[in-house]
């Protein structure tokens, strides 16, 4: 699936640095998401962005902070983060956020590594 | 809590045979139920979504939908090889003060040749 785009593909951060990951678009849907991908634990939603406005934050710690300039673009900017944020990171967009449009459409993830 | 259960498997059926999943939901307000396939090391991809009670067919896949007791299935008929993955169901829900949809754990399915 070309629609949704991420970058990097894998990253490797220590917990001192900080990172930004990239998530763009080209399907022209107004919401975007991200998600957190571990072992054992079903998808969890992160954030949602509906029309470049946030509408959705699932009590994710502040060492995560997202940024969504526009509505084909998304990032999450990376900071001070632990070990257990290891994971695959997934973004998707869907038309809208409800209904028939809300059928979302995932870029090929972001594997981080924290060490 | 709103949750999604899926039997985790793994699902074994050998080549060319009907592979069933399953999924349960405990909202009896969801309205909307999608069933995505994950190979290992990938993003999940969709396959079908499904609306009305019944079933709905796309080529090798039907999806049903039974709202008054609370599941939703899919059908992999002449399974093959390549449909080994995992299958996350994923249903709308209320939540807090926005809709979005909730996840199962996924049910591991192996098609052996």
């Known amino acids: 699936e070309t629609g949704v785009t991420q970058t990097p593909r894998h990253l490797v951060m220590g917990m001192t640095n900080k990172k930004s990951l990239k998530c763009e678009q080209h399907?022209?849907?107004?919401?975007m998401y991200w998600y957190k991908q571990s072992a054992k634990k079903p998808l969890e939603l992160m954030f949602v962005?509906?029309?470049?406005?946030?509408?959705e934050n699932n009590s994710v710690p502040s060492r995560f902070s997202p940024e969504c300039p526009n509505s084909s673009h998304l990032f999450l900017h990376l900071h001070t983060l632990q070990p257990e944020d290891s994971a695959l990171y997934l973004c998707?967009?869907?038309?809208?956020?409800?209904?028939?449009?809300?059928?979302?459409?995932f870029g090929p993830g972001t594997r981080l590594l924290v060490l | 809590q709103k949750e999604v259960e899926q039997n985790s498997g793994p699902l074994s059926v050998p080549e060319g045979a009907i592979a069933s999943l399953n999924c349960t939901y405990s909202?009896?307000?969801?309205?909307?139920f999608f069933w995505y396939r994950q190979y290992s090391g990938k993003s999940p991809e969709l396959i079908m979504s499904?609306?009305s009670n019944g079933d709905k067919e796309d080529g090798r896949f039907t999806a049903q939908l039974n709202k008054a007791s609370q599941y939703v299935s899919l059908l992999i008929r002449d399974s093959q090889p390549s449909d080994s993955a995992t299958y996350l169901c994923?249903?709308?829900?209320?939540?807090?003060?926005?809709?979005?949809?909730?996840w199962g754990l996924g049910t591991s399915l192996a098609v052996n040749p």
């Open positions: 998707a967009s869907s038309r809208g956020t409800s209904g028939y449009q809300e059928t979302q459409y």
């Open positions: 499904i609306y």
């Open positions: 399907l022209g849907h107004n919401a």
């Open positions: 909202d009896r307000g969801s309205q909307s």
């Open positions: 994923a249903v709308n829900s209320n939540a807090g003060n926005n809709r979005k949809l909730i």
């Open positions: 962005y509906n029309f470049k406005e946030q509408t």
